[in-house]
Protein backbone atom coordinates (compact mmCIF):
# COMPACT_ATOMS: atom_id res chain seq x y z
CA UNK A 1 0.00 0.00 0.00
CA UNK A 2 1.15 3.50 -1.00
CA UNK A 3 2.93 5.53 1.99
CA UNK A 4 0.49 8.53 2.68
CA UNK A 5 1.80 11.90 1.55
CA UNK A 6 3.00 14.11 4.60
CA UNK A 7 1.19 16.80 5.28
CA UNK A 8 4.58 18.88 6.17
CA UNK A 9 7.53 17.96 4.85
CA UNK A 10 9.69 19.89 7.78
CA UNK A 11 9.47 19.33 11.59
CA UNK A 12 8.52 22.94 13.33
CA UNK A 13 7.16 24.35 15.76
CA UNK A 14 6.25 28.45 16.47
CA UNK A 15 8.26 29.00 19.43
CA UNK A 16 11.30 27.69 18.03
CA UNK A 17 11.29 29.04 14.79
CA UNK A 18 11.98 32.82 13.45
CA UNK A 19 8.56 34.56 11.67
CA UNK A 20 7.88 37.08 8.89
CA UNK A 21 4.91 39.42 8.47
CA UNK A 22 4.01 40.34 4.65
CA UNK A 23 0.66 41.53 3.15
CA UNK A 24 1.21 39.48 0.04
CA UNK A 25 3.32 36.78 -0.49
CA UNK A 26 4.63 35.50 -3.99
CA UNK A 27 6.45 32.09 -4.06
CA UNK A 28 8.79 32.21 -7.23
CA UNK A 29 10.65 34.56 -9.53
CA UNK A 30 9.72 34.10 -12.96
CA UNK A 31 7.55 36.37 -15.06
CA UNK A 32 4.52 35.00 -13.71
CA UNK A 33 5.70 35.70 -9.96
CA UNK A 34 7.38 39.20 -10.43
CA UNK A 35 4.19 40.45 -12.71
CA UNK A 36 2.46 39.22 -9.72
CA UNK A 37 4.65 41.28 -7.75
CA UNK A 38 4.18 44.33 -9.50
CA UNK A 39 0.42 44.37 -9.90
CA UNK A 40 -0.04 44.12 -5.65
CA UNK A 41 -0.87 47.73 -4.53
CA UNK A 42 1.61 50.23 -3.70
CA UNK A 43 0.97 50.29 -0.17
CA UNK A 44 0.76 47.04 0.59
CA UNK A 45 4.15 45.29 1.64
CA UNK A 46 5.27 42.22 -1.05
CA UNK A 47 7.54 39.91 -0.46
CA UNK A 48 8.99 37.48 -3.71
CA UNK A 49 10.72 34.31 -2.57
CA UNK A 50 12.85 33.17 -5.34
CA UNK A 51 14.91 29.80 -5.30
CA UNK A 52 18.06 30.52 -6.97
CA UNK A 53 18.90 34.14 -8.22
CA UNK A 54 16.81 36.44 -9.73
CA UNK A 55 17.96 35.39 -13.18
CA UNK A 56 17.20 31.75 -13.09
CA UNK A 57 13.94 30.92 -14.14
CA UNK A 58 12.09 29.00 -17.13
CA UNK A 59 11.02 32.48 -18.25
CA UNK A 60 14.78 33.73 -19.05
CA UNK A 61 15.39 30.50 -21.05
CA UNK A 62 12.42 31.32 -23.32
CA UNK A 63 14.09 32.00 -26.82
CA UNK A 64 11.23 32.03 -28.88
CA UNK A 65 8.63 35.46 -28.50
CA UNK A 66 5.55 35.75 -26.76
CA UNK A 67 2.31 35.62 -29.06
CA UNK A 68 -0.42 38.50 -29.42
CA UNK A 69 -2.43 39.78 -31.81
CA UNK A 70 0.39 43.10 -32.97
CA UNK A 71 0.14 43.35 -36.18
CA UNK A 72 -2.07 44.92 -38.89
CA UNK A 73 -3.18 41.53 -40.52
CA UNK A 74 -3.47 39.37 -37.82
CA UNK A 75 -6.99 39.17 -35.79
CA UNK A 76 -8.09 37.97 -32.05
CA UNK A 77 -10.14 35.30 -33.28
CA UNK A 78 -7.16 33.99 -35.25
CA UNK A 79 -5.22 33.76 -32.39
CA UNK A 80 -8.41 32.12 -30.37
CA UNK A 81 -8.54 29.53 -33.19
CA UNK A 82 -5.10 28.67 -33.30
CA UNK A 83 -5.09 27.89 -29.23
CA UNK A 84 -7.15 26.08 -29.52
CA UNK A 85 -6.33 23.70 -32.67
CA UNK A 86 -3.33 23.16 -30.58
CA UNK A 87 -5.01 22.69 -27.14
CA UNK A 88 -8.30 20.58 -28.19
CA UNK A 89 -11.82 20.78 -26.72
CA UNK A 90 -10.02 20.62 -23.15
CA UNK A 91 -9.23 24.26 -23.74
CA UNK A 92 -11.47 26.78 -22.18
CA UNK A 93 -12.51 29.10 -24.68
CA UNK A 94 -13.17 31.40 -22.25
CA UNK A 95 -9.68 31.37 -21.03
CA UNK A 96 -8.42 31.61 -24.38
CA UNK A 97 -10.37 34.70 -24.99
CA UNK A 98 -10.06 36.40 -22.29
CA UNK A 99 -5.90 35.84 -22.48
CA UNK A 100 -5.79 36.49 -25.98
CA UNK A 101 -7.39 39.63 -25.84
CA UNK A 102 -5.85 41.02 -23.22
CA UNK A 103 -2.42 39.83 -24.72
CA UNK A 104 -1.65 43.19 -26.66
CA UNK A 105 -2.20 44.94 -23.70
CA UNK A 106 0.25 42.89 -21.68
CA UNK A 107 2.70 43.41 -24.50
CA UNK A 108 3.04 47.11 -24.38
CA UNK A 109 2.86 47.40 -20.85
CA UNK A 110 6.30 45.01 -21.11
CA UNK A 111 7.63 47.83 -24.08
CA UNK A 112 6.82 50.80 -21.52
CA UNK A 113 7.85 49.03 -18.51
CA UNK A 114 11.38 48.98 -21.00
CA UNK A 115 11.25 46.02 -22.63
CA UNK A 116 13.05 46.02 -26.12
CA UNK A 117 11.73 44.33 -28.58
CA UNK A 118 13.28 43.49 -32.31
CA UNK A 119 12.20 46.20 -34.88
CA UNK A 120 12.08 46.51 -38.30
CA UNK A 121 11.58 49.99 -39.53
CA UNK A 122 9.92 51.29 -36.30
CA UNK A 123 7.32 48.72 -35.88
CA UNK A 124 7.90 45.66 -34.33
CA UNK A 125 9.13 42.45 -35.98
CA UNK A 126 7.00 39.44 -35.87
CA UNK A 127 7.64 35.92 -36.73
CA UNK A 128 5.89 32.72 -36.98
CA UNK A 129 5.72 29.61 -35.28
CA UNK A 130 4.18 26.42 -35.51
CA UNK A 131 0.54 25.89 -35.24
CA UNK A 132 0.07 29.99 -35.47
CA UNK A 133 -1.50 30.81 -39.30
CA UNK A 134 -0.29 34.12 -38.88
CA UNK A 135 3.24 36.04 -38.18
CA UNK A 136 2.48 37.03 -34.07
CA UNK A 137 5.54 36.53 -32.66
CA UNK A 138 6.83 39.48 -30.63
CA UNK A 139 11.26 38.24 -29.65
CA UNK A 140 14.15 40.33 -28.55
CA UNK A 141 17.46 40.12 -29.23
CA UNK A 142 17.05 37.43 -31.63
CA UNK A 143 16.67 34.50 -29.74
CA UNK A 144 17.03 36.01 -26.34
CA UNK A 145 13.36 36.87 -25.83
CA UNK A 146 12.67 35.56 -22.22
CA UNK A 147 16.10 37.13 -21.30
CA UNK A 148 15.22 40.48 -21.96
CA UNK A 149 12.12 40.88 -20.64
CA UNK A 150 13.25 39.39 -17.29
CA UNK A 151 15.76 41.97 -17.38
CA UNK A 152 12.79 44.92 -17.68
CA UNK A 153 11.09 43.21 -15.29
CA UNK A 154 13.70 42.82 -12.47
CA UNK A 155 14.94 46.27 -12.91
CA UNK A 156 11.55 47.65 -12.28
CA UNK A 157 11.22 44.71 -9.21
CA UNK A 158 14.54 46.34 -7.54
CA UNK A 159 12.89 49.99 -8.28
CA UNK A 160 9.83 49.18 -6.34
CA UNK A 161 10.23 50.24 -2.77
CA UNK A 162 7.02 47.90 -1.33
CA UNK A 163 8.35 44.24 -3.40
CA UNK A 164 11.17 42.58 -1.22
CA UNK A 165 13.21 39.62 -2.59
CA UNK A 166 14.50 36.69 -0.93
CA UNK A 167 17.05 34.83 -3.65
CA UNK A 168 18.68 31.47 -3.12
CA UNK A 169 15.35 30.51 -0.61
CA UNK A 170 13.64 27.22 -0.92
CA UNK A 171 9.83 27.21 -0.66
CA UNK A 172 8.90 23.85 1.76
CA UNK A 173 5.65 24.03 2.09
CA UNK A 174 2.15 26.16 2.64
CA UNK A 175 1.20 27.20 6.13
CA UNK A 176 -2.95 26.51 6.10
CA UNK A 177 -5.11 27.02 9.32
CA UNK A 178 -9.12 26.53 9.18
CA UNK A 179 -9.00 25.79 5.52
CA UNK A 180 -6.94 28.89 4.56
CA UNK A 181 -3.83 29.23 3.40
CA UNK A 182 -1.72 31.50 5.43
CA UNK A 183 1.47 31.50 4.01
CA UNK A 184 4.42 29.22 3.91
CA UNK A 185 7.70 27.92 5.61
CA UNK A 186 10.90 28.63 3.90
CA UNK A 187 14.35 28.06 4.34
CA UNK A 188 17.49 29.49 3.65
CA UNK A 189 21.21 28.68 3.99
CA UNK A 190 21.58 32.02 6.42
CA UNK A 191 18.36 32.08 8.35
CA UNK A 192 17.35 28.27 8.40
CA UNK A 193 13.29 27.71 8.48
CA UNK A 194 11.49 30.82 8.50
CA UNK A 195 7.60 30.87 8.53
CA UNK A 196 6.04 33.94 6.58
CA UNK A 197 2.49 34.47 7.79
CA UNK A 198 0.57 36.32 4.49
CA UNK A 199 -2.57 37.54 3.94
CA UNK A 200 -2.54 36.59 0.01
CA UNK A 201 -0.38 33.82 -1.00
CA UNK A 202 0.63 33.64 -5.31
CA UNK A 203 1.90 30.24 -6.41
CA UNK A 204 4.19 30.95 -9.25
CA UNK A 205 7.04 28.51 -9.08
CA UNK A 206 7.13 26.88 -12.76
CA UNK A 207 7.59 23.90 -13.81
CA UNK A 208 8.72 20.32 -13.72
CA UNK A 209 10.78 19.35 -16.67
CA UNK A 210 13.95 18.13 -13.99
CA UNK A 211 12.17 14.71 -13.46
CA UNK A 212 13.09 13.61 -16.90
CA UNK A 213 16.56 12.87 -18.20
CA UNK A 214 16.02 15.06 -21.15
CA UNK A 215 14.89 18.24 -20.80
CA UNK A 216 14.78 22.11 -21.53
CA UNK A 217 14.42 23.33 -18.05
CA UNK A 218 16.91 24.95 -15.39
CA UNK A 219 18.09 22.98 -12.42
CA UNK A 220 15.03 24.73 -10.74
CA UNK A 221 12.23 23.25 -12.15
CA UNK A 222 11.34 20.39 -9.98
CA UNK A 223 7.91 20.67 -9.24
CA UNK A 224 8.11 22.23 -5.92
CA UNK A 225 4.75 24.24 -5.88
CA UNK A 226 2.75 21.62 -7.39
CA UNK A 227 3.82 19.43 -4.90
CA UNK A 228 3.29 21.72 -2.15
CA UNK A 229 -0.32 22.87 -3.07
CA UNK A 230 -0.95 18.89 -3.33
CA UNK A 231 0.19 18.27 0.25
CA UNK A 232 -1.61 21.10 0.94
CA UNK A 233 -4.95 19.88 0.03
CA UNK A 234 -5.40 22.18 -3.58
CA UNK A 235 -6.86 20.42 -6.61
CA UNK A 236 -4.69 19.56 -9.12
CA UNK A 237 -5.88 18.63 -12.39
CA UNK A 238 -4.31 16.94 -15.94
CA UNK A 239 -0.78 16.22 -14.87
CA UNK A 240 -0.41 13.44 -18.18
CA UNK A 241 0.12 17.03 -20.18
CA UNK A 242 3.76 17.14 -20.55
CA UNK A 243 4.68 18.75 -23.39
CA UNK A 244 7.72 17.67 -25.08
CA UNK A 245 9.85 20.62 -27.37
CA UNK A 246 10.34 18.46 -30.75
CA UNK A 247 13.95 20.12 -30.96
CA UNK A 248 16.73 20.34 -28.18
CA UNK A 249 20.13 20.27 -28.78
CA UNK A 250 21.77 16.57 -28.41
CA UNK A 251 25.15 16.92 -28.54
CA UNK A 252 27.17 14.73 -26.11
CA UNK A 253 28.86 17.34 -23.29
CA UNK A 254 26.58 19.54 -24.33
CA UNK A 255 23.36 20.88 -21.57
CA UNK A 256 20.85 20.02 -23.38
CA UNK A 257 19.52 23.57 -25.11
CA UNK A 258 16.54 24.27 -26.15
CA UNK A 259 16.43 25.26 -30.39
CA UNK A 260 13.37 27.33 -30.53
CA UNK A 261 10.70 26.69 -32.65
CA UNK A 262 11.07 30.19 -34.54
CA UNK A 263 14.05 28.14 -36.70
CA UNK A 264 11.18 26.34 -38.20
CA UNK A 265 9.48 29.48 -38.48
CA UNK A 266 12.36 31.29 -40.54
CA UNK A 267 12.38 28.29 -42.79
CA UNK A 268 14.21 25.69 -41.25
CA UNK A 269 13.82 21.76 -42.42
CA UNK A 270 13.77 18.33 -40.43
CA UNK A 271 16.19 16.12 -41.71
CA UNK A 272 17.21 12.14 -40.82
CA UNK A 273 20.51 10.75 -40.58
CA UNK A 274 20.05 10.23 -44.44
CA UNK A 275 19.24 14.17 -45.18
CA UNK A 276 15.64 13.01 -45.51
CA UNK A 277 13.25 15.67 -45.08
CA UNK A 278 10.67 13.72 -43.36
CA UNK A 279 8.08 16.23 -41.75
CA UNK A 280 5.71 16.23 -45.28
CA UNK A 281 5.19 11.89 -44.67
CA UNK A 282 3.53 12.85 -41.22
CA UNK A 283 1.66 16.30 -41.42
CA UNK A 284 0.94 18.70 -44.43
CA UNK A 285 2.30 21.39 -42.41
CA UNK A 286 5.20 19.56 -42.30
CA UNK A 287 7.45 21.60 -39.34
CA UNK A 288 4.81 23.82 -38.57
CA UNK A 289 2.70 21.45 -37.55
CA UNK A 290 1.95 21.73 -33.44
CA UNK A 291 4.55 20.44 -31.20
CA UNK A 292 2.97 17.25 -30.26
CA UNK A 293 2.69 16.12 -33.68
CA UNK A 294 6.65 16.93 -34.55
CA UNK A 295 8.00 15.51 -31.53
CA UNK A 296 6.42 11.90 -32.33
CA UNK A 297 6.87 12.22 -35.95
CA UNK A 298 10.50 12.99 -34.77
CA UNK A 299 10.19 9.64 -32.32
CA UNK A 300 8.96 7.58 -35.10
CA UNK A 301 11.68 8.98 -37.67
CA UNK A 302 14.56 8.16 -35.41
CA UNK A 303 12.89 4.45 -34.72
CA UNK A 304 12.58 4.28 -38.03
CA UNK A 305 16.41 4.84 -39.01
CA UNK A 306 17.66 3.51 -35.86
CA UNK A 307 19.25 6.62 -34.89
CA UNK A 308 19.83 8.64 -31.34
CA UNK A 309 18.58 12.09 -33.49
CA UNK A 310 17.03 14.09 -36.42
CA UNK A 311 18.80 17.23 -37.41
CA UNK A 312 17.71 20.67 -38.28
CA UNK A 313 19.03 22.21 -41.40
CA UNK A 314 18.89 26.12 -42.45
CA UNK A 315 22.01 25.51 -44.54
CA UNK A 316 19.39 26.75 -47.79
CA UNK A 317 18.80 29.76 -45.58
CA UNK A 318 20.68 33.13 -46.36
CA UNK A 319 23.35 32.92 -43.67
CA UNK A 320 23.75 36.66 -42.88
CA UNK A 321 20.01 36.27 -41.70
CA UNK A 322 20.28 33.46 -39.87
CA UNK A 323 23.33 34.37 -37.70
CA UNK A 324 21.46 37.43 -36.98
CA UNK A 325 18.09 36.14 -36.17
CA UNK A 326 19.37 33.05 -33.75
CA UNK A 327 23.20 35.06 -32.48
CA UNK A 328 22.66 32.62 -29.05
CA UNK A 329 22.22 29.36 -30.71
CA UNK A 330 24.69 30.33 -33.25
CA UNK A 331 26.62 30.54 -30.45
CA UNK A 332 25.86 27.82 -28.69
CA UNK A 333 26.43 25.52 -31.43
CA UNK A 334 30.03 27.02 -32.06
CA UNK A 335 31.24 26.08 -29.17
CA UNK A 336 30.93 22.46 -30.48
CA UNK A 337 32.68 23.40 -33.44
CA UNK A 338 28.99 23.67 -35.34
CA UNK A 339 28.47 26.47 -37.92
CA UNK A 340 24.69 26.41 -38.09
CA UNK A 341 24.55 27.95 -41.31
CA UNK A 342 26.87 25.46 -42.79
CA UNK A 343 26.27 22.33 -40.05
CA UNK A 344 23.14 20.44 -39.45
CA UNK A 345 21.52 20.91 -35.74
CA UNK A 346 21.53 17.90 -34.00
CA UNK A 347 18.26 17.38 -32.28
CA UNK A 348 15.71 15.15 -30.33
CA UNK A 349 12.57 16.19 -28.37
CA UNK A 350 12.92 17.39 -24.78
CA UNK A 351 10.40 17.65 -21.79
CA UNK A 352 9.23 21.44 -21.72
CA UNK A 353 6.38 22.70 -20.79
CA UNK A 354 3.91 21.21 -18.16
CA UNK A 355 0.30 21.61 -19.06
CA UNK A 356 -1.14 20.39 -16.00
CA UNK A 357 -0.56 21.83 -12.67
CA UNK A 358 -2.98 23.66 -10.12
CA UNK A 359 -6.74 24.67 -10.97
CA UNK A 360 -7.26 28.07 -11.08
CA UNK A 361 -10.09 30.16 -12.20
CA UNK A 362 -10.65 32.90 -15.26
CA UNK A 363 -8.45 35.27 -12.13
CA UNK A 364 -5.97 32.74 -10.95
CA UNK A 365 -7.72 31.52 -7.78
CA UNK A 366 -7.30 28.14 -6.76
CA UNK A 367 -9.59 25.82 -4.91
CA UNK A 368 -7.85 26.49 -1.71
CA UNK A 369 -8.49 30.23 -0.02
CA UNK A 370 -6.09 32.64 0.43
CA UNK A 371 -4.02 31.12 -2.46
CA UNK A 372 -3.61 32.19 -5.96
CA UNK A 373 -1.42 30.66 -8.64
CA UNK A 374 -0.14 32.06 -12.05
CA UNK A 375 2.29 30.54 -14.87
CA UNK A 376 3.32 26.92 -15.58
CA UNK A 377 2.50 25.96 -11.77
CA UNK A 378 -1.27 26.08 -12.53
CA UNK A 379 -3.99 24.33 -15.07
CA UNK A 380 -5.80 27.57 -16.67
CA UNK A 381 -7.56 25.80 -19.30
CA UNK A 382 -5.52 28.39 -21.66
CA UNK A 383 -3.35 25.21 -23.24
CA UNK A 384 -5.61 22.56 -23.35
CA UNK A 385 -3.54 19.16 -24.01
CA UNK A 386 -1.29 20.83 -26.11
CA UNK A 387 0.67 24.28 -25.61
CA UNK A 388 0.54 26.45 -28.55
CA UNK A 389 4.29 28.04 -28.96
CA UNK A 390 5.28 30.94 -27.28
CA UNK A 391 1.70 31.16 -25.27
CA UNK A 392 3.36 30.47 -21.92
CA UNK A 393 4.99 34.30 -21.77
CA UNK A 394 1.82 35.18 -22.52
CA UNK A 395 -0.35 33.20 -20.04
CA UNK A 396 2.31 34.76 -17.93
CA UNK A 397 2.02 38.26 -18.00
CA UNK A 398 -1.64 37.99 -18.11
CA UNK A 399 -2.51 35.50 -15.06
CA UNK A 400 0.24 37.52 -13.18
CA UNK A 401 -1.18 41.02 -13.41
CA UNK A 402 -4.83 39.12 -12.37
CA UNK A 403 -3.48 37.01 -9.24
CA UNK A 404 -1.60 40.29 -8.44
CA UNK A 405 -4.12 42.54 -8.56
CA UNK A 406 -6.95 39.90 -6.87
CA UNK A 407 -4.40 39.11 -4.03
CA UNK A 408 -3.83 42.41 -3.43
CA UNK A 409 -7.91 43.71 -3.30
CA UNK A 410 -8.04 40.80 -0.81
CA UNK A 411 -5.32 41.36 1.56
CA UNK A 412 -6.20 44.94 1.78
CA UNK A 413 -9.52 43.76 3.28
CA UNK A 414 -7.75 42.24 5.94
CA UNK A 415 -7.10 44.18 8.86
CA UNK A 416 -3.54 44.35 10.29
CA UNK A 417 -3.59 42.16 12.77
CA UNK A 418 -1.10 39.87 12.46
CA UNK A 419 0.11 37.34 14.58
CA UNK A 420 1.97 33.53 14.31
CA UNK A 421 -0.96 30.83 14.44
CA UNK A 422 -0.39 27.48 16.96
CA UNK A 423 0.87 25.50 13.60
CA UNK A 424 3.54 22.74 14.46
CA UNK A 425 4.93 19.47 12.88
CA UNK A 426 6.58 16.78 14.95
CA UNK A 427 9.99 15.84 14.23
CA UNK A 428 10.43 12.58 13.33
CA UNK A 429 13.05 9.76 14.82
CA UNK A 430 13.38 8.41 11.35
CA UNK A 431 17.28 9.37 9.33
CA UNK A 432 17.97 10.16 5.80
CA UNK A 433 21.67 10.26 6.45
CA UNK A 434 22.37 7.11 4.19
CA UNK A 435 20.57 7.60 1.05
CA UNK A 436 22.35 8.40 -2.12
CA UNK A 437 19.56 11.15 -3.18
CA UNK A 438 21.21 11.17 -6.52
CA UNK A 439 21.36 7.91 -7.44
CA UNK A 440 17.17 7.84 -6.25
CA UNK A 441 17.25 11.00 -8.62
CA UNK A 442 18.90 9.73 -11.74
CA UNK A 443 16.96 6.83 -12.00
CA UNK A 444 13.84 8.65 -11.40
CA UNK A 445 15.03 10.71 -14.22
CA UNK A 446 15.81 7.89 -17.05
CA UNK A 447 12.77 6.09 -15.92
CA UNK A 448 10.34 8.77 -16.45
CA UNK A 449 11.86 9.43 -19.98
CA UNK A 450 11.60 5.25 -20.63
CA UNK A 451 8.03 5.03 -19.70
CA UNK A 452 6.39 8.75 -19.37
CA UNK A 453 8.00 10.24 -22.81
CA UNK A 454 7.06 11.12 -25.83
CA UNK A 455 4.76 8.26 -26.51
CA UNK A 456 3.47 5.57 -23.60
CA UNK A 457 1.53 2.68 -22.51
CA UNK A 458 0.18 0.29 -19.96
CA UNK A 459 2.92 -1.77 -19.19
CA UNK A 460 5.57 0.69 -18.58
CA UNK A 461 3.15 2.84 -16.80
CA UNK A 462 2.57 0.56 -14.58
CA UNK A 463 6.26 -0.91 -14.70
CA UNK A 464 6.98 3.06 -13.94
CA UNK A 465 4.45 3.08 -10.86
CA UNK A 466 5.61 0.04 -8.78
CA UNK A 467 9.25 1.91 -9.15
CA UNK A 468 7.68 5.07 -7.73
CA UNK A 469 5.60 3.47 -5.45
CA UNK A 470 8.41 1.44 -3.84
CA UNK A 471 10.47 4.96 -3.98
CA UNK A 472 7.49 6.72 -1.91
CA UNK A 473 7.33 4.04 1.11
CA UNK A 474 10.48 4.99 2.00
CA UNK A 475 11.82 8.39 0.85
CA UNK A 476 8.44 10.12 1.83
CA UNK A 477 8.32 9.37 5.48
CA UNK A 478 11.51 10.62 5.86
CA UNK A 479 12.74 14.14 7.25
CA UNK A 480 15.26 15.75 5.46
CA UNK A 481 17.36 19.18 6.31
CA UNK A 482 17.99 20.04 2.63
CA UNK A 483 16.97 21.09 -0.96
CA UNK A 484 18.42 18.35 -2.43
CA UNK A 485 15.90 15.88 0.01
CA UNK A 486 12.59 17.99 -0.39
CA UNK A 487 13.06 18.07 -4.15
CA UNK A 488 13.35 14.57 -4.75
CA UNK A 489 10.18 14.74 -2.53
CA UNK A 490 8.56 16.83 -4.65
CA UNK A 491 9.50 15.21 -7.81
CA UNK A 492 8.52 11.78 -6.18
CA UNK A 493 4.68 13.43 -5.15
CA UNK A 494 4.48 15.03 -8.68
CA UNK A 495 5.27 12.14 -10.59
CA UNK A 496 3.48 9.72 -9.45
CA UNK A 497 0.36 11.87 -10.13
CA UNK A 498 1.47 12.31 -13.51
CA UNK A 499 1.65 8.36 -13.72
CA UNK A 500 -1.62 7.81 -12.47
CA UNK A 501 -3.01 10.42 -14.73
CA UNK A 502 -1.34 9.02 -17.85
CA UNK A 503 -2.72 5.72 -16.74
CA UNK A 504 -5.83 6.59 -16.30
CA UNK A 505 -6.53 8.55 -19.59
CA UNK A 506 -6.79 6.13 -21.93
CA UNK A 507 -6.79 7.56 -25.20
CA UNK A 508 -4.36 9.74 -26.99
CA UNK A 509 -4.98 13.69 -26.79
CA UNK A 510 -2.34 16.08 -27.73
CA UNK A 511 0.84 15.67 -25.88
CA UNK A 512 -0.85 12.34 -24.07
CA UNK A 513 0.21 9.47 -26.54
CA UNK A 514 -0.71 6.49 -26.08
CA UNK A 515 0.48 3.53 -28.38
CA UNK A 516 -1.97 0.46 -26.70
CA UNK A 517 -5.02 3.55 -27.53
CA UNK A 518 -3.84 5.41 -30.14
CA UNK A 519 -7.54 7.58 -30.84
CA UNK A 520 -9.18 10.41 -29.28
CA UNK A 521 -11.98 9.19 -27.52
CA UNK A 522 -14.33 12.58 -26.98
CA UNK A 523 -17.13 10.28 -25.72
CA UNK A 524 -14.85 9.19 -22.56
CA UNK A 525 -12.22 11.53 -22.08
CA UNK A 526 -13.24 15.18 -22.88
CA UNK A 527 -13.05 15.46 -19.73
CA UNK A 528 -10.24 16.84 -16.72
CA UNK A 529 -8.64 14.51 -14.92
CA UNK A 530 -8.57 15.48 -11.08
CA UNK A 531 -6.49 15.02 -7.98
CA UNK A 532 -6.56 16.02 -4.62
CA UNK A 533 -4.63 14.90 -1.40
CA UNK A 534 -7.64 14.53 0.76
CA UNK A 535 -9.84 12.37 -1.71
CA UNK A 536 -6.97 10.38 -2.26
CA UNK A 537 -5.46 9.32 0.88
CA UNK A 538 -9.42 8.64 1.55
CA UNK A 539 -9.41 6.16 -1.27
CA UNK A 540 -5.43 4.53 0.11
CA UNK A 541 -7.34 3.93 3.59
CA UNK A 542 -10.08 2.44 2.07
CA UNK A 543 -7.94 -0.26 0.47
Not at 295 to 319: A, C, F, G
Request: hydrophobic content about 40%; proline content about 4%.
Amino acid sequence: MPTLIPRYLVPFHPKHVPHFFTDVLVLGGGLAGFRAALGVDRNLSTLVITKSDLEQSNSAYAQGGIAAVLGPEDCVEDHVSDTILAGGPLCDRDVVEHVVREGPLRVRELIQWGTEFDEVNGTLALSREGGHCRDRIAHANGDATGREIMRAIIERIQNSRNISVWEKTFSVDLLTHDGVCRGAIVWNERHGKTLVWAKQTILATGGVGQIYRETTNPDVATGDGMAMAYRAGVQLRDMEFMQFHPTVLYIAGSSRHLITEAMRGEGAHLVDRHGYRFMPDYDPRAELAPRDVVSWSIVSQMEKTRHPNVYLDLTHLDPAVVRARFPGIAAICEKFDLDITKDRIPVRPGAHYMMGGVTVDLEGRTTLPGLWAAGEVSSSGLHGANRLASNSLLEAVVYGAHTGDGASREAARVNDTFRALALENPRSRLTSERLDLTDIHNSLKSLMWRSMGVRRNADGLNEAMDNIDHWCRYVLALQFHAPSGWELQNMLCVTRLMIRAALEREETRGCHVRTDFPDRDDAHWNRHTVFCREQDEQAVREI
